[in-house]
Each structure stands twice: as structure tokens, then as C-alpha cells.
T-cell receptor, first 115, second 113 residues
Framework: EAGVAQSPRYKIIEKRQSVAFWCNPI?????LYWYQQILGQGPKLLIQ????????DSQLPKDRFSAERLKGVDSTLKIQPAKLEDSAVYLC?????????????FGPGTRLTVT | GDSVTQMEGPVTLSEEAFLTINCTYT??????LFWYVQYPGEGLQLLLK?????DKGSNKGFEATYRKETTSFHLEKGSVQVSDSAVYFC????????????FGKGITLSVRP
């Protein structure tokens, strides 16, 4: 079974530029998450999708971040314009629908450096 | 809001030493508890989990028991190996539509031969 795919793996941009990340979850996984992991900290949820609907985006900085999951499969996360403090690893995770005990499967992440 | 607190790191041990990594949580209701591990150059992966009080999760020689009275989920292993060197994250998830994981800061474990 293929895992969660993310691209690109690394990205370096200057502040005020825009950037987009892509995630392809495990086939059949209705729930998709984007987490931000700043160096030395644990991942923090940015947005959660259930199929193509948003369940939780309370921690998403909506003035600069946007995300979509068209057709309930792939998802993109965009930052425009980027700030220095956006330097982090962006993790995509997916799981089947159901109880909270079900495992979330993580992709390898995209490491963003904003200079 | 919900939170997870892990002991400060990093931790350095000799091979075959006993390992304990402390984790406590604050949450309403009855969360599920998890330990995730991140090996060098790899993504986060589930190590073990427990879904209710007094449950013990175990995997690869690691164990953790869900202690509701002390709101803890400490990770233990009787004899660590060099291959256990990684970053370990404690996390919780609540029941309901919002099933996000709330993570601790993580702790780096280095095991010397």
C-alpha cells in the first residue's frame, strides 16, 4: 500500500514570495490533515478536511495561508505572502474515518526555508 | 485547551540501558493517547497507542500505560538499542469529528554503542 505522498520535499523562498505544497493521501482515507512543525516543537494542526469539507481550520493564519481539497482526494496548502516565521516542516497526514483511536499516517513532509 | 507535556531532553543512554520518557497530558473527557517516533531522515510513524484508562500499548519492546489518575502515559523500554535513536513524540486525540493530534514538544534519544 502506497503511503502519503508530499511534494516538494524541500523549498527555499524569499519572504513575501508565495509557495504551494501538495499532498496525496492514502487511497480511501477520507480525513486529511496539514500540520506545521517548527524546529524543536511538536507538530501543530493547521487544517483538517473530511472528504472535501473543512472540519477545523481554527489555527490556520487565514490572511496568508489557504488550503483546498478538491474532489476529496489530493490537497494543496498555499502560503502567500510568506514570512520568516513560516520556516518549518509542513506535514500531511491521513486516516480512515471513524474513532479518534485510528492511526494517522504521515507523509515525509516539506521543509520550507524562508529567507 | 488540551495539551501534552514531555520531559526535557535530549536523552543519551548506553546500549542495553533502561529507558523512561515522561509524558503527562491535560484534556477534558477521555482522549486516546499515542507515542509517535521519527527516525533520522524518516517521517513520523506510530509506535504505540492506548484508548482507555489502564490500557497498555506495546510495540518493538516499548510499553506505555494509560494512567488516568495521574494523567500520564510514560514510555518505557527495558533495554535500548542503537537503532532506537530517534525523536519521540507523545500525543493525544479526542473523540468526535475533530480528531486532530495534539503533540508534545518531542524528545531526542541517542543510544551509544
Amino acid at each position: 500500500e502506497a503511503g502519503v505522498a508530499q511534494s516538494p520535499r524541500y523549498k527555499i523562498i524569499e519572504k513575501r514570495q508565495s509557495v504551494a505544497f501538495w499532498c496525496n493521501p492514502i487511497s480511501g482515507h477520507a480525513t486529511l490533515y496539514w500540520y506545521q512543525q517548527i524546529l524543536g516543537q511538536g507538530p501543530k494542526l493547521l487544517i483538517q478536511f473530511q472528504n472535501n469539507g473543512v472540519v477545523d481550520d481554527s489555527q490556520l493564519p487565514k490572511d496568508r495561508f489557504s488550503a483546498e481539497r478538491l474532489k476529496g482526494v489530493d490537497s494543496t496548502l498555499k502560503i502567500q505572502p510568506a514570512k520568516l516565521e513560516d520556516s518549518a516542516v509542513y506535514l500531511c497526514a491521513s486516516r480512515i474515518s471513524g474513532g479518534s483511536s485510528y492511526e494517522q499516517y504521515f507523509g515525509p513532509g516539506t521543509r520550507l526555508t524562508v529567507t | 485547551g488540551d495539551s501534552v507535556t514531555q520531559m526535557e531532553g535530549p536523552v543519551t543512554l548506553s546500549e542495553e540501558a533502561f529507558l523512561t520518557i515522561n509524558c503527562t497530558y491535560t484534556a477534558t473527557g477521555y482522549p486516546s493517547l499515542f507515542w509517535y517516533v521519527q527516525y533520522p531522515g524518516e517521517g513520523l510513524q506510530l509506535l504505540l497507542k492506548a484508548t482507555k484508562a489502564d490500557d497498555k500499548g506495546s510495540n518493538k519492546g516499548f510499553e506505555a500505560t494509560y494512567r488516568k489518575e495521574t494523567t500520564s502515559f510514560h514510555l518505557e523500554k527495558g533495554s535500548v538499542q542503537v537503532s532506537d535513536s530517534a525523536v519521540y513524540f507523545c500525543a493525544l486525540s479526542k473523540a468526535g469529528a475533530n480528531s486532530k493530534l495534539t503533540f508534545g514538544k518531542g524528545i531526542t534519544l541517542s543510544v551509544r554503542p
